[in-house]
C-alpha cells in the first residue's frame, strides 16, 4: 500500500510540474488521442493571444517563439489524420492563419485528399493560407504548389457549395505565380465547351478556362501565344475574349506574329479558325485584338488588310481599330476613305447593331486632330433620319472633344440644334475650359488640379482638358498628366487622361508603363472595388507603352 501511495504521489508531483501556461506542455498532449482536440484548441489559442499582444505583428519575437514550438507539432499531427471532421477543419484554419512556410504539407494535404462535399472547408482555408503566404513571398514550396494546381485542375465550381471556395482556390492559384503553373494552364485551354450546358459554361469558361488565362497573363506565358489566339477564334468562347486579350498584351512581342498569321491566312490551321467563324467575324475579332497590341507590324497588316474586307462591319471594324495606334495621316485617311464606301444605311453586325458611319465619325475623336473638327460637324448636319439620330449622339461628342477656339461657334451651332438642354450644357462647359486656356497645354493639365464635381458637365471639363492637352502638348505635358493619375478617379475623366498620356508617346514608354503600373497595384492595395474597376483603361494603356517600346 505505502508503495501504491508513493507512485500516486510521484504521479502527482510530475504532472504538478507541467507549466499548463507553457505550449510545450499542450505540444506533448497532441500525442494522446483522449487530449488531442482540447491541445490543438489551446495551442492554436496560443498563437492568437499572441498575435493580439503584439498588436498582430508576426514578426514580433513572442509571435515567431510561440510559432517555432506549435508549427511543426500542429502540421505532422494534420498530416497524421485519425481527427473528427471539426477538429480537423479548426487545425487546418489554424494552421493557415499563421501563415508559416513550415505549414505547407499541411496545406498540401489539404488539396491532395480533396473530395467535393467532404473535405471543402479544409481547401478554402488551405486556399486562402496560400494567397497569405504569397503575398508574403513564402509560398515557395515545391509539394504545395504541385498540390494546389492538381486540386484547382480537378475541381468543379458546378458542385460546391461555397462561393468562397471557389474565389479562394482561384485567388491562390494567381497569388503563387508558379511558372510550372503555365503549360498547364495552356493544356486546359484545348477542352471544348457544350454550350447548351451551364455546368460547362461554370466550370470551363468561368472556371478553369478563364483562371487558366489570367494565370498566362500574369507569368506573361509566350507559349501560349498560338492557343490564346484559338480561344478568341472559337465561337464558344466568346465571353474569354476580353481576358484572352488581356494576356494577348501581357506578350505582345511573342503574341502579334501569331495574330497576322491568322489574319493574312500565312498559318493555315488559324487562317481557316478565322474563315470558319460566323458572319466573317474573324476578321474583326483578330483586328481588334491585334490593334490592343499598338505595335507596327500589326499596323501595317490591318492597312493592308483594309481594302480586302468585304463587309462593311469588317470595314469599319478594321479603320476603328486602327485609331488606338498613334495618330498619322496615312491612319486618317485609311479611316475617311473607309467612311466614304460605308452607305448610310449601314449597320455593324455587333451587338446592338450600330450604324457604321457614327462610329467611325465618334472615333476620329481619338486621332486628336483638329482639322477633324469642321468635317464631323459637317457630317452630322448632313446626315438624316435613324442614321442622323445617331451622328447626332457620336459625331457631335467627338466634335466636342477637338474643337479649339476657332471652332466653337460652329459646333455650339450644331449641339443647340441638335442636343436636348442637359446635353448642351457639356458643350458649354467644354467651351468654358477652351476659353480658359486657349492652346496652352500647361492650363489644361492645371484644370485637373481641382477636385471633379459628380455632375456630367463637371466631367466634361476635365475630360476636355485631358484631349486638349493632348492636342497641344509636348513630352513635358506628358510627365505633368502622369502625376495627376492617381488624383483623378472619376471614371471618364480617368479614362481620357491615360489615352492622352497614350497619344503623347507614341514610341512608347517603359518608365511611364511602370509608374501606370504603380497606380494600379496601389488602388488595388486599398481594396476599392470601384477605383480599381476604373484602372482597366490605365493597365491596357500601360501595356500599350509597353508593346511598343520594346519592339
Known amino acids: 500500500m505505502k508503495k501504491v501511495l508513493a507512485g500516486l504521489l510521484l504521479l502527482l508531483a510530475v504532472a504538478g510540474c507541467d507549466d499548463e501556461n507553457d505550449p510545450k506542455t499542450w505540444v506533448k498532449r497532441l500525442d494522446d488521442p483522449a487530449q488531442r482536440a482540447g491541445a490543438i484548441k489551446r495551442l492554436s489559442q496560443f498563437f492568437e493571444d499572441a498575435m493580439t499582444d503584439t498588436g498582430k505583428k508576426r514578426d514580433d519575437p513572442k509571435v515567431v517563439a510561440v ?3 506549435i508549427v511543426e507539432p500542429l502540421t505532422k499531427t494534420y498530416l497524421a489524420g485519425n481527427l473528427d471532421d471539426k477538429t480537423r477543419v479548426e ?3 489554424s494552421l493557415a492563419d499563421m501563415q508559416d512556410p513550415r505549414t505547407a504539407p499541411a496545406l498540401a494535404k489539404a488539396f491532395n485528399d480533396f473530395e467535393p462535399g467532404k473535405n471543402d472547408d479544409d481547401v478554402r482555408y488551405a486556399a486562402d493560407g496560400v494567397s497569405q503566404l504569397a503575398k508574403a513571398g513564402k509560398a515557395t514550396d515545391p509539394a504545395m504548389i504541385e498540390a494546389l494546381w492538381k486540386c484547382f485542375a480537378k475541381f468543379q465550381p458546378s458542385k460546391a457549395k461555397s462561393i468562397n471556395l471557389v474565389t479562394n482556390l482561384h485567388d491562390a492559384v494567381l497569388a503563387v505565380k508558379s511558372p510550372t503553373y ?20 461554370l466550370d470551363q469558361l468561368q472556371f478553369w478556362q478563364k483562371t487558366a488565362i489570367q494565370v498566362i497573363k500574369d507569368l506573361k506565358f509566350a507559349p501560349a501565344a498560338k492557343p490564346l489566339v484559338k480561344v478568341l ?3 464558344t468562347k466568346g465571353d474569354l475574349r476580353p481576358t484572352a486579350n488581356a494576356a494577348i498584351m501581357a506578350i505582345a512581342k511573342d503574341a502579334e506574329p501569331v495574330l497576322i498569321g491568322a489574319l493574312n491566312g500565312s498559318d ?4 481557316k479558325m478565322a474563315n470558319d467563324m460566323p458572319d466573317k467575324a474573324g476578321v474583326a475579332v483578330l483586328s481588334d485584338s491585334i490593334s490592343w497590341l499598338s505595335r507596327p507590324a500589326g499596323k501595317a497588316a490591318l492597312l493592308a488588310e483594309l481594302p480586302k474586307a468585304d463587309t462593311d462591319t469588317n470595314r469599319t471594324v478594321i479603320a476603328q481599330s486602327l485609331t488606338r495606334y498613334p495618330a498619322k495621316p496615312d491612319i486618317t485617311q485609311a479611316l475617311l476613305a473607309t467612311y466614304k464606301q460605308l452607305p448610310a444605311d449601314a449597320k455593324l453586325k455587333t451587338p446592338s447593331e450600330p450604324f457604321a458611319r457614327p462610329v467611325l465619325a465618334q472615333v476620329t475623336a481619338s486621332l486628336y486632330d483638329t482639322s477633324l473638327t469642321d468635317w464631323v460637324t459637317k457630317e452630322v448636319t448632313a446626315a438624316k433620319g435613324d442614321e442622323g439620330a445617331s451622328m447626332q449622339v457620336f459625331g457631335l461628342e467627338a466634335a466636342v472633344k477637338l474643337m479649339t477656339k476657332a471652332q466653337e461657334k460652329e459646333v455650339g451651332d ?12 457639356l458643350y458649354k462647359a467644354a467651351a468654358s475650359i477652351v476659353d480658359k486656356c486657349n492652346a496652352d497645354a500647361s492650363c489644361y493639365v492645371k484644370v485637373l488640379d481641382a477636385s471633379i464635381g459628380e455632375t456630367p458637365a463637371d466631367s466634361m471639363k476635365a475630360v476636355k482638358a485631358c484631349w486638349m492637352a493632348a492636342i497641344y502638348g509636348n513630352d513635358q505635358t506628358k510627365k505633368d498628366l502622369v502625376a495627376h493619375v492617381a488624383k483623378v478617379t472619376e471614371p471618364a475623366a480617368r479614362l481620357a487622361l491615360v489615352e492622352a498620356i497614350d497619344h503623347l508617346a507614341p514610341a512608347g514608354d517603359n518608365a511611364t508603363a511602370d509608374a501606370l503600373d504603380k497606380i494600379v497595384a496601389s488602388d488595388a492595395a486599398t481594396g476599392n472595388k470601384d477605383l480599381m474597376a476604373g484602372d482597366d483603361a490605365v493597365v ?3 501595356q500599350r507603352l509597353r508593346a511598343r517600346a520594346n519592339p
Do not use: H, R, Y
Open 67 to 69: 510559432l517555432d514550438v
Open 91 to 93: 487545425l487546418i484554419k
Open 182 to 201: 503555365g503549360p498547364g494552364a495552356v493544356a486546359m485551354l484545348a477542352a471544348p465547351v457544350d454550350v447548351n450546358s451551364t455546368d460547362s459554361q
Open 233 to 235: 477564334l472559337t465561337p
Open 268 to 271: 493555315p490551321e488559324l487562317g
Open 414 to 425: 450644331a449641339v443647340m440644334k441638335f442636343w436636348a438642354p442637359k446635353e448642351q450644357d
Open 540 to 542: 491596357k494603356v500601360s
